[in-house]
């Protein structure tokens, strides 16, 4: 399956992505967000969460390594995870993920290298910001992996209105 590109000028675009990207998330799917410090993905993240409706206020798990979020309208739960400050695979098991990731939606940052082997299918969310510090514009690559992903349109787009919906 071929990578979809989206050009995503503002935070608040951001969000409006992941609330987007919410719309095809569905219990059991990994999501694998990656990018640089500041780049995006704890925003990525809180779109997915008020895509999905869910409890609480989405903010980076770092230092206490993954939240739970129920969804207030019986869809799946969110399970946010950053993987920052753990070395590998090993440590992610420790989390113990795949006795959730069948209900849930998980979501883990900084999980290239590490998460990976959790699922045979995933989707992969690639951030990029620019290299001018004064520019927000962020380049995101999704790529589908497996067969969960195939015939699935990731084109997806996201505009700073989306947030007022």
């Not at 987007?20 to 694998?32: F, S």
């Not at 993954?66 to 400050?85: E, I, K, M, N």
């Amino acid at each position: 399956m071929e990578p979809s590109v989206v050009v995503v000028p503002t935070a608040a675009s951001m969000h409006a992505l992941g609330r987007r990207l919410a719309t095809l998330l569905r219990a059991g799917d990994l999501v694998l967000a990656c990018g640089e410090l500041g780049e995006g993905k704890t925003a990525l993240t809180q779109g997915i969460g008020a895509g999905l409706d869910v409890e609480g206020a989405v903010i980076s798990p770092t230092f206490v390594l993954s939240r739970v979020h129920r969804s207030r309208t019986g869809g799946p739960t969110l399970v946010h995870v950053d993987a920052y400050r753990l070395s590998g695979l090993a440590e992610v098991e420790d989390l113990d993920l795949d006795a959730s990731l069948a209900e849930s939606v998980t979501v883990v940052e900084w999980g290239e290298g590490k998460a990976e082997q959790l699922s045979d299918d995933r989707l992969d969310v690639v951030i990029q910001r620019s290299s001018d510090p004064e520019d927000e514009t962020r380049t995101v690559t999704l790529s589908g992996i497996g067969s969960r992903w195939a015939g699935v349109d990731l084109a997806l787009d996201a505009t700073p209105e989306e947030i007022d919906e």
